[in-house]
């Protein structure tokens, strides 16, 4: 059951290795209801890695821990069904599909979704009637429907695209990773409005980001540093701008001190 | 990702649909082949003399050729002594001249196979010319073409109705001596489609032929022959299933077409043979020769193929560009599964001055599938200014499948422009990943990108045929996740 104290996302003493190599070592971290949580770090920390994960990628070993979203220990479920229970992953690098258009791959996406939450398919007319205001949110020109997913798109087009697949897919968790990245300013603005629209008390938010300009445009509650697969130090929203003006040095400095 | 690899043993497997037998009385000549055999299939036929003396020209032609070994394919020896080179429905002694007068088990049958045939020719206004065996059993819409002046009937009706149709186009475009597959056919063809548009008509509807293979060791020779007229033009379809068998069946058709001055001749094929069981048993051997002949200025041959059927496939849909700005067009959709092997692809054969050509080919190879494309493009020195666009790609859906690409291109004209673009690719982990995260089950990613790959081939299918030809993929690939 979930009630007002179970957590959206739990994750306890996880340990994830790729081939020989130990990315996550032992990483707790907890996440309330409608919280947003900034994680940040070094290259190579891990923090795409985490997100990989919780989104159910193959290739890694779970050698140890365990991740509950919503009370449900998700590490045993298949990545369609932790999408369908609520999951969104915006990636980092957004996958071309040739041949695919957008419009096929987003109502295959929302309707397999729909169905295994037990609600009607939705027809063509009525998608449409639901993504017409989520694609002109986004500045996302009709045309773009009719487009093959990701292909021959802009680096910016293609980070829109996710949030335009964010706002119409609704999730209860959504995982954004280095969404920032290769955005100019306007489109970075746009992206992040599209973020801060769907921040609600039902629904979390784990922002991996290298840098602190989109924290300037989607507050987070709290800022995580990850660094050699844990997490090392949080805080709140000033963490992210002392890290932005110092570095990550002197935090795993700091670490190994203590 | 060692998941997933172990992951594909298991999902390719699947039954086939249409593994069924309709129990029909026939009529059926014991195994065997010598001139008594041929001379009596075209007796049964009330052939005329000509075509009786054809047959046996090309029978005692055959007598002299060996069967071709070229093709990276592989099966046990053919018995051809062991086939029964006629069968046809006892109770549809005469054809019936309507769907009233079909044996009820036929329509049956075709329900069992999703082809309500009165329905299908209502509602989608096409006409359809069904062979089931060896004989024609319902043909319909005959009026409305006969009002167009459009010929549309069996091979054997033709025969005995336009001879000098027959005799002048029969063999024009694969002679007897063509290779030895054709001439076989030419001796012993059971049945048919003949075509006929005459000059500057627009064919009213598009022409559809269902057909399957239905008695057990009996090879079905089918030969179709469509002739486009000055300036008329022409879209036909074909389909086929077959029935579960033990034994490897024999099917080598013969497909001639030509196109006069600025005509057109579209022709169409979703394939699903019998491919055999999960080890590879017992599925069709389709040994077919299609060729299109541009024979006048301007016309344009197109043939678009979805193969996903048979144990062995062996086949070449080829256009011969002799007119002045003739046009030759290929797309084609293959997919092996399990043990099946395909030996496929097409020749473009520039003579006119100015010929163009297109080839776009999509191998989808799973299980332990071998999928070869082979292409020709030959530029004859009187070809100036033709052009060539070949794009051959090739998927791959798990770790025990193969693609093979043998493209040749000769030109003997220097003023030849030819290009050749060729990928190989796997379904890519990133993108089933992709797809699985917005919600999609495995399979149904597999699909949508497969569909997404054979996009370009299926956008030049009519309408109807496409829906059908994207379910066919998915039902032949259900699982095949690499």
Redesign the interface.
């Known amino acids: 059951m979930e009630t007002d104290r179970t957590p959206m996302l739990e994750i306890v003493d996880l340990h994830v290795r790729a081939g020989d190599r130990e990315i996550l070592n032992g990483l707790n971290l907890t996440i309330g209801a409608g919280e947003v949580h900034a994680i940040m770090g070094p290259n190579g920390s891990g923090k795409s890695t985490l997100a990989q994960v919780l989104?159910?990628?193959?290739?890694y070993d779970i050698t140890r821990g365990q991740v509950t979203f919503l009370g449900q220990d998700i590490l045993d479920l298949?990545?369609?069904e932790?999408?369908?229970a609520g999951i969104?992953?915006a990636?980092q690098y957004?996958?071309?599909?040739?041949?695919?258009n957008n419009a096929?791959?987003?109502k295959?996406?929302?309707n397999?979704?729909r169905k295994?939450r037990g609600e009607p398919e939705l027809d063509a007319f009525e998608f449409m009637r639901l993504i017409k205001d989520n694609m002109a949110q986004m500045q996302i020109h009709k045309d773009f429907l009719s487009r093959?997913v990701n292909t021959g798109f802009s680096g910016g087009e293609k980070k829109r695209n996710e949030i335009l697949?964010m706002l119409t897919?609704q999730p209860r968790l959504a995982l954004l990773d280095e969404t920032d990245s290769g955005l100019d300013v306007d489109a970075l603005k746009i992206v992040a409005n599209g973020i801060n629209s769907l921040r609600n008390p039902e629904r979390s938010m784990i922002l991996v980001t290298h840098y602190e300009r989109l924290l300037e445009l989607v507050e987070p509650d709290f800022v995580h540093v990850l660094a050699g697969g844990r997490i090392v130090k949080s805080g709140d929203r000033t963490l992210a701008r002392e890290l932005d003006e110092r570095g990550y040095d002197w935090v795993q400095q700091e670490v190994q001190s203590a | 990702m060692s998941t997933e690899q172990d992951d594909v043993a298991d999902l390719v497997q699947r039954k086939y649909q249409h593994g069924f037998v309709t129990d029909i009385d026939e009529d059926r000549v014991p195994p065997g082949l010598d001139e008594d055999v041929i001379r009596l299939i075209s007796a049964k036929k009330r052939e005329p003399e000509f075509l009786t003396e054809w047959r046996l020209k090309a029978y005692r032609h055959w007598l002299t050729m060996a069967e071709p070994t070229w093709a990276h394919v592989r099966y046990s020896p053919i018995d051809y002594q062991a086939i029964s080179y006629y069968a046809a429905p006892k109770s549809n002694a005469d054809a019936p001249q309507s769907l009233d007068e079909v044996d009820p088990k036929l329509l049956e049958t075709y329900d069992k196979l999703g082809i309500p045939l009165h329905e299908r020719a209502r509602l989608a206004g096409v006409a359809v010319d069904a062979v089931f065996d060896s004989v024609s059993v319902a043909t319909t819409f005959k009026e409305k073409l006969a009002e167009a002046g459009v010929i549309f009937c069996s091979f054997s009706e033709a025969a005995q109705n336009h001879p000098e149709l027959v005799q002048r186009y029969l063999g024009s475009v694969v002679p007897y001596r063509d290779n030895f597959f054709a001439a076989l056919n030419s001796a012993v063809f059971s049945d048919g489609s003949f075509v006929y548009v005459p000059p500057g008509v627009r064919c009213p509807m598009e022409l559809s032929t269902y057909f399957r293979i239905n008695a057990a060791n009996t090879g079905q020779f089918e030969r179709t022959l469509v002739v486009a007229d000055a300036g008329s033009h022409v879209s036909y379809l074909e389909g086929c299933t077959a029935p579960m068998r033990d034994e490897n069946q024999l099917h080598a058709a013969v497909v001639e077409l030509v196109a006069l001055e600025d005509a057109e001749i579209k022709y169409s094929t979703v394939q699903n043979w019998y491919p055999g069981d999960e080890e590879g048993r017992g599925g069709i051997y389709n040994f077919v020769t299609k060729r299109g002949d541009c024979r006048g200025a301007n016309s344009k041959i197109s043939w678009t193929q979805v193969e996903t059927g048979s144990a062995i496939t062996w086949k070449y849909p080829s256009c011969v560009l002799r007119g002045e700005n003739s046009v030759g067009e290929f797309y084609s959709v293959a997919v092996a599964n399990n043990y099946q092997q395909a030996d496929t692809g097409t020749k473009m054969i520039h003579i006119g001055r100015n010929s163009r050509s297109t080839i776009i080919s999509k191998g989808i190879s799973a299980g332990h599938a071998q999928n070869a494309y082979r292409g020709l493009v030959r530029i004859m020195p009187t070809a100036d200014d033709a052009r060539n666009y070949t794009q051959c790609d090739s998927l791959l859906l798990g770790s025990e499948c193969g693609a093979h690409t043998f493209p040749y291109i000769e030109s003997r004209n220097r003023s030849a422009r030819i290009e050749h673009e060729a990928t190989t690719s796997k379904i890519s982990e990133d993108q089933l990943f992709y797809c699985r995260q917005r919600g999609l089950a495995e399979e149904d990613a597999v699909n949508m990108i497969v569909n997404g790959f054979c996009r370009e081939v299926f956008k030049e299918l009519p309408m109807e045929f496409a829906v059908e030809a994207q379910n066919l993929l998915n039902v032949s690939l259900e699982g095949a996740v690499g």
């Open positions: 989104a159910g990628r193959d290739g298949a990545p369609e932790r999408a369908q969104f992953l990636f957004p996958i071309e599909i040739p041949g695919v096929y791959l987003l295959a996406a929302l397999a979704q295994a093959s697949q897919l």
